[in-house]
């Protein structure tokens, strides 16, 4: 089983970025999972940002929402995280996660 997630970047505040996690050797079809997107920013603990579920139900922490868009292609095996109007303190590592699995991780740098 492997996440792999891409996309990250330095952009400014007010700027976007598209992260994306390949999925791979599930015994099963992706479509039956929940998928989530994490953060950790440096010197913090692990933050929950969003999960979408297999019926297609997404959510979001309280600090993204409005910005942040999740989805899914289960064709693909891929799930995608659209940032929008990204501030500072999105600083992160974003790690995305299936199940028990979770990806490496990709940084995300916002700043000036």
């Known amino acids: 089983v492997q996440l792999v997630e891409s996309g990250g970047g330095l952009v400014q505040p007010g700027e976007s970025l598209r992260l994306s996690c390949a999925a791979s050797?599930?015994?099963?079809?992706?479509?039956?999972?929940?998928m989530r997107w994490f953060r950790q920013a440096p010197g913090k603990g692990l933050e929950w940002v969003s999960i979408?579920?297999?019926?297609?139900?997404?959510n979001y922490a309280d600090f993204v929402k409005g910005r942040f868009t999740i989805s899914r292609d289960n064709a693909k095996s891929t799930l995608y995280l659209q940032m929008n109007n990204l501030k500072t303190e999105d600083t992160a590592v974003y790690f995305c996660?299936?199940?028990?699995?979770r990806g490496q991780g990709t940084q995300v740098t916002v700043s000036s």
């Open positions: 996660a299936a199940g028990l699995a």
């Open positions: 050797g599930f015994t099963f079809p992706i479509n039956r999972c929940d």
């Open positions: 979408i579920t297999r019926g297609g139900t997404t």
